[in-house]
């Protein structure tokens, strides 16, 4: 992502939202630590022999829930994209530990993964999240049956009140019959209810996911280019001001100009012409990457390098301008590095002057001025442009300040 279109996303949700989720996560912590508490008790009706384990396993998603806070800050694992995949997964495991343990008490924690996938803007995390809740509702009552955690009182009741049957049913270790029941007239309404849930609330994380991409489209719009793709001059200027936000400590600025580029339009139309500047912003590119360079004029390119290796600046460029000259394609250029902070205007004049004077050396060397007889090189096959002749304009040797 563009550096300016990664501020404005950043913006637009606020902050980075697996930090939310951790956030979110250390909220949990304290109602897993409240229902703990009221387990012990006695607020819950649960089985009189709970098993000793489930205890640990509290503790374990209590545990689990500040795991990411204590080990990843903002700045270091919670910007790894791959981050929200691993959150999520923890947020099932959390819910499944709590549902399974403390059973129909803690129905509401079956819709912790969606809310948790509600923070991101991404369809594959929102699915992961209403696949896991539903598929929850419909194994944590099962499990629960069978790891023995619901309370005796409760199975009695959901056997007296659905076929009658003897009390010593209830009593018995486990039943087929028993579990069926649960499955029947807990897990699958539990799951429908879950479902219904989730698809309305993936209804509204879509259209937020809509609006997030169609401001990133008009955000790409007005600052790119259409023909090269690369960023715009609105972006130059941006890239310009950050130099004031997170200062460097030299800066690189060079002008680009293509050269006959109208004389090409004139000659062999504009397709032609196109070609030659989606050539010229690809080896850039390649190069200097896409948050370095931008067309900020017909002709016109304009690379702004932080902390530059000013040997490799100059090699670059010359092994751009060597790589076009393989296609009859011709650059001039003018590098200008300076420490900073510095006058950028006065960079940019001094950058300018230097391409205009590595220009003048292009057209001379060919024995053509700048326009008029160039449309007739183009058109004459007997005389054809030849490659190089000019010496690129050389970095500066030191600094200016």
């Not at 109602?31 to 503790?59: E, K």
């Not at 059973?103 to 696949?131: C, D, E, T, W």
């Not at 994380?205 to 007005?222: A, C, F, G, Y």
């Not at 902070?341 to 001379?364: G, T, V």
């Amino acid at each position: 992502m563009r550096r300016s279109e990664e501020v404005f996303y950043r913006k637009l949700i606020d902050t980075n939202p697996n930090m939310q989720v951790v956030k979110l996560f250390c909220y949990a912590s304290v109602v897993v630590a409240l229902i703990a508490l009221l387990n012990v008790v006695g607020v819950f009706h649960l089985n009189p022999g709970y098993p000793t384990y489930a205890y640990f396993a509290l503790g374990g998603a209590f545990l689990a829930l500040l795991l990411p806070r204590l080990l990843f800050t903002e700045t270091t694992g919670l910007k790894n994209p791959k981050m929200k995949y691993i959150l999520m997964g923890l947020s099932l495991v959390v819910t499944l530990i709590l549902v399974t343990l403390l059973n129909y008490h803690a129905s509401l924690v079956l819709v912790f993964p969606i809310v948790v996938a509600m923070q991101y803007p991404s369809k594959p995390v929102m699915r992961m999240g209403i696949v896991g809740s539903v598929a929850l509702g419909l194994i944590c009552p099962a499990f629960s049956y069978v790891m023995n955690t619901y309370s005796d009182r409760f199975v009695n009741f959901l056997v007296h009140t659905t076929y009658r049957v003897p009390a010593e049913l209830a009593a018995e270790a486990f039943s087929w019959e028993i579990l069926g029941r649960i499955v029947l007239y807990i897990a699958l309404p539990q799951a429908m209810i879950l479902a219904v849930l989730s698809f309305l609330l993936a209804e509204s994380v879509k259209k937020s996911i809509r609006t997030v991409e169609n401001q990133m489209e008009v955000l790409h719009l007005s600052t790119s280019d259409p023909l090269t793709g690369l960023l715009n001059r609105r972006s130059f200027e941006e890239s310009v001001e950050a130099l004031q936000t997170t200062p460097p400590m030299s800066v690189m600025i060079c002008y680009v100009d293509v050269n006959g580029l109208h004389e090409l339009n004139y000659a062999k139309g504009h397709e032609a012409g196109d070609r030659l500047l989606t050539a010229t912003a690809q080896e850039l590119l390649k190069r200097f990457g896409e948050n370095s360079v931008f067309r900020v004029g017909g002709d016109e390119f304009m690379l702004l390098v932080r902390n530059p290796d000013r040997r490799q600046v100059s090699l670059d460029m010359e092994d751009a301008s060597a790589e076009l000259e393989k296609n009859d394609y011709h650059i001039a250029y003018g590098l200008v590095l300076s420490k900073y902070p510095c006058d950028i205007n006065h960079m940019l004049q001094l950058a300018e002057s230097r391409m205009n004077m590595n220009k003048e050396l292009f057209y001379k060397a060919r024995g053509f001025d700048r326009r008029g007889q160039r449309v007739e090189a183009y058109n004459n096959p007997h005389n054809p442009i030849e490659r190089g002749g000019e010496e690129p304009v050389p970095v500066d040797e030191e600094p200016e300040s």
